[in-house]
């Protein structure tokens, strides 16, 4: 599609959707005067929390706050990407969206590879439960401690120890080979002609998406089938279905409880992953193979305020959450790391010590960077010279330098966290604890290093609007008509949030391009669900805020904030002016210096000095 029909498309499906309608056949709706309301599906309800506006054709929920339109609500109810939401409200609406014929072709191979590698999980299931050649892996998952309840709900599978079992049954059920490679349950020779079973000898776990279609497969060898060449463990490659950094195992199954929960514990393991299940802990995923990445924060980020990472407890474990330290902070998630006794996998302790000592060992999990400074406390505690002390403490700079930087608006508790850090390691390296914010700083500073295109972006950015910030955009959607003085007046690099950023982007374009810059053009225009969210939040807010009051009103308070900023504006950059002056960066040449003394003069109340 181009752009203007995408748009189009997005239109016709959300005005043929009523939103009632939609949320009706996933929650049980009951009108109060003109919302609907339910109870909300991501959390613990116990009152009807989640309000449906059939007016504006959107939801929110008051506790989540989380809110949007239909392709918002389908998006977090299934578990998919805004294109998967699009086609599925438009078959629900009989709307056929047009596709170019190579498009329709690529749409038609990839539902063909899908159904190869369903068939090919079907295959391997009827294998594990009753060939003869499974008896091995019957026999390990007995030992494991695995129902047949487990084994069935996870559709666990075995390939039995030959080049050619899959081909055999692909040939004489009509399958197609290349197909079967294509999503990777065949390898193939070096002259591409040959095929053999890449899963052989293994016990088999089906990797599913979001949606609960199988799209690769995990493979564990059998002690019977190993040699010393065998890998443990064996992923499917990346193919057209499968993309291991982005994907985590039995995320479909784990997902509603990580709703309700707002928390994702993040195994290791597949087993690890099962075993939670069996035992009734439903929020419990698994990464494939792989440490835990941007792609898989990104994949919980809708669904999770918080992250429990549980590693082994061997030196393996805890060198791989050292790895990952990093990307943790850089998340802006609460991000915990719980590392497990000496020698311990989940499953073991989830088998001899049970669920409950399990959970306590979650609820009690250190965030990600106390974990790194009992890391380094334990070093410090050694008899080490001066230059270790050095690098260990550097070590948990640079982590803390990942963080996001404080500002007026960071919490209380988040300010306090970082003291705290800088006392401790103040107190246990013998460095003063102003010479390491310094050293923090320059830190910062140098993660940021932009380059000349960055540097026109704002140089201060938060996670959360200014009380300004939110104020303009609540006036702004309650008149619209103000925007042309907004954009007067503020420019993009005045914003210190990233979210109002890409707000006042979008309200910009649509003024360029004549549309009235509401709450429903907006949620056409945004596929962010937590921006979305946003949007109906500020609506709704300033609705509130203002409520009885008149447009004249509104705009009256609108123009009184924009002259309060325009002015802070000004200052604010004559001061910089000043400094870049006096700090060298800025000759009098590029300055009116003249004019500029005598602003701040006028400022100040003094009057300018006479000749003579």
């Known amino acids: 599609m181009t752009a203007g029909s995408f748009q189009d498309a997005k239109e016709q499906v959300r005005q043929a959707v009523d939103i009632v309608d939609l949320v009706g056949g996933y929650l049980d709706l009951r009108r109060e005067g003109r919302l609907f309301k339910a109870l909300c599906p991501w959390h613990d309800d116990s009152r009807p929390s989640l309000t449906v506006n059939q007016e504006r054709q959107t939801y929110r929920c008051w506790v989540c706050d989380l809110g949007g339109d239909i392709f918002n609500f389908v998006m977090r109810m299934e578990g998919i990407e805004f294109p998967a939401a699009l086609r599925m409200l438009a078959d629900r609406a009989g709307i056929v969206l047009q596709q170019t014929p190579a498009a329709a072709q690529a749409r038609d191979e990839k539902s063909r590879l899908y159904a190869a590698m369903a068939w090919s999980v079907r295959q391997y299931h009827q294998c594990l439960l009753h060939d003869p050649a499974a008896a091995p892996a019957r026999e390990y998952l007995r030992l494991r401690g695995f129902t047949t309840d487990t084994i069935h709900r996870f559709h666990l599978g075995f390939a039995p120890n030959q080049w050619d079992w899959i081909q055999a049954r692909a040939t004489s059920e009509g399958g197609t080979l290349s197909r079967l490679a294509s999503v990777g349950v065949l390898g193939q020779g070096e002259n591409r002609s040959d095929y053999y079973d890449r899963f052989r000898g293994r016990l088999l776990f089906p990797i599913r998406d979001t949606q609960g279609r199988d799209v690769g497969l995990g493979g564990r060898v059998l002690p019977e089938f190993a040699d010393e060449r065998s890998a443990k463990y064996v992923n499917s490659p990346e193919t057209p279905l499968f993309a291991k950094s982005r994907l985590l195992y039995a995320f479909d199954a784990a997902r509603d409880a990580i709703s309700r929960s707002r ?8 087993t690890d992953c099962l075993m939670a299940h069996q035992l009734g802990m439903k929020n419990v995923v698994a990464v494939l193979g792989t440490a835990i990445g941007e792609g898989h924060i990104k994949a919980l980020r809708p669904f999770a305020d918080k992250i429990v990472l549980v590693l082994d407890g061997d030196e393996a474990g805890r060198r791989r959450a050292a790895e990952v330290l990093q990307l943790f902070v850089s998340a802006q998630m609460d991000v915990r790391v719980l590392t497990l006794p ?248 590029e300055l009116d210096l003249n004019e500029l003394i005598a602003q701040k003069r006028r400022q100040q109340g003094i009057s300018s000095p006479t000749d003579g």
Request: glycine share 4%; aromatic share 4%; net charge negative.
């Open 263 to 270: 928390t994702a514990v993040v195994v290791e393991g597949y």
């Open 342 to 589: 000496e020698e311990s996998d989940p499953c073991d302790f989830l088998l001899a010590k049970g669920v409950e000592a399990f959970q306590q060992a979650i609820d009690t999990a250190g965030d990600a960077l106390d974990y790194k400074l009992n890391l380094v406390k334990n070093k410090l505690t050694k008899n080490i010279g001066p230059h270790e002390v050095q690098s260990a403490v550097e070590e948990v700079l640079s982590v803390m330098a990942h963080a996001p930087r404080l500002s007026k608006a960071t919490t209380t508790e988040h300010r306090m966290k970082e003291d705290s850090l800088l006392a401790t390691l103040a107190a246990r390296s013998g460095i003063g604890e102003q010479s390491l914010r310094h050293r923090m700083s320059e830190l910062r500073k140098a993660k940021k290093s932009p380059t000349s295109r960055e540097q026109k972006q704002p140089t201060v950015s938060s996670s959360e609007m200014t009380k300004w910030e939110r104020q303009l955009f609540e006036d702004v959607l309650l008149a619209p008509q103000c925007l042309p003085k907004v954009r007067a007046t503020i420019q993009l690099e005045n914003f210190t949030c990233s979210e109002s950023r890409e707000l006042f982007d979008v309200l910009c374009a649509l003024e360029e391009q004549g549309v009235a810059p509401g709450v429903e053009s907006l949620l056409l225009r945004i596929d962010d669900l937590q921006l979305q969210s946003r949007i109906l939040a500020l609506a709704e807010d300033g609705q509130s805020r203002t409520a009885g009051r008149s447009t004249d009103e509104i705009t009256a308070e609108l123009n009184e904030l924009l002259k309060n900023l325009s002015d802070n504006f000004t200052r604010e950059g004559e001061s910089r002016r000043l400094h870049e002056l006096r700090t060298g960066q800025l000759s009098e040449a």
